[in-house]
């Protein structure tokens, strides 16, 4: 059973509109992530967090927003959407900042 | 600039042989390097890590690293064909989390 959810697993959207990219760990980690991967560019962060609190972001855009509801969820919040968004966005977990963080299967976004 | 630059780009092996991977950061301040594998369609995997100099080993796979000159290089043997994947190197050069990613070798072994 994966231990992270994503959802959904593909992601169709019309540039403009606005997605919620959800994920669930059930692994107990205190660190959840959101990592972005397209064709164009490698494997980039985009946000951590720590206990529900906001670590890091690495995001530029203020269209990106994470949401966490609960201590094993991070969402991503995504509006305005653009053709260069379209990527796979992974999810990810860890116990702690020196461990390294396991991936969810990814929601593949495409906006056209 | 990218922090982290893997060579080569891509590296055909013939099955039984020896695939050889490198990595070096840009980065002064990183203390932990990764190696994930990726196969295609699927989420990266951590393979094996590394923090102190020298050399560990596990099973097939052997990674060194140089603090350096902030090198870490991933060694296969006895390369099988389920290896083909790509193989991702990641370091961390703060207490925050945060991993910078190289581009990634794209490793075929040709049976």
């Known amino acids: 059973d994966p231990k992270i959810i994503q959802k959904p697993k593909y992601l169709v959207a019309v540039t403009g509109s606005e997605k919620i990219l959800i994920c669930e760990q059930y692994?107990?980690?205190?660190?959840m992530y959101w990592y972005r991967q397209s064709a164009k560019k490698p494997l980039e962060f985009m946000f951590s967090?720590?206990?529900?609190?906001?670590?890091d972001n690495q995001t530029a855009s203020s269209r990106f927003q994470p949401q966490s509801s609960k201590k094993n969820h991070l969402d991503l919040q995504i509006t305005a959407l653009k053709p260069d968004d379209s990527a796979t966005y992974f999810c990810?977990?860890?116990?702690?900042?020196?461990?390294?963080?396991?991936f969810g299967e990814g929601t593949r976004l495409s906006v056209l | 600039q990218q922090k982290v630059q893997q060579s080569p780009e891509s590296l055909i092996v013939p099955e039984g042989g020896m695939a050889s991977l490198n990595c070096t950061s840009s980065d002064r301040n990183v203390d932990y390097f990764w190696w994930y594998r990726q196969h295609s369609g699927k989420s990266p995997k951590m393979l094996m890590s590394i923090f102190s100099n020298g050399e560990k080993e596990e099973g097939r796979f052997t990674v060194h690293l140089n603090k350096a000159s902030l090198h870490t290089s991933l060694h296969i043997r006895d390369s099988q064909p389920s290896d083909s994947a790509l193989y991702l190197c990641?370091?961390?050069?703060?207490?925050?989390?945060?991993?910078?990613f190289g581009a990634g070798t794209q490793l075929i072994v040709i049976p």
């Open positions: 990810a977990s860890s116990q702690g900042n020196n461990q390294a963080p396991l």
């Open positions: 990641a370091s961390r050069g703060s207490a925050l989390g945060r991993l910078h």
């Open positions: 692994l107990g980690h205190n660190a």
């Open positions: 967090y720590s206990y529900q609190k906001l670590m």
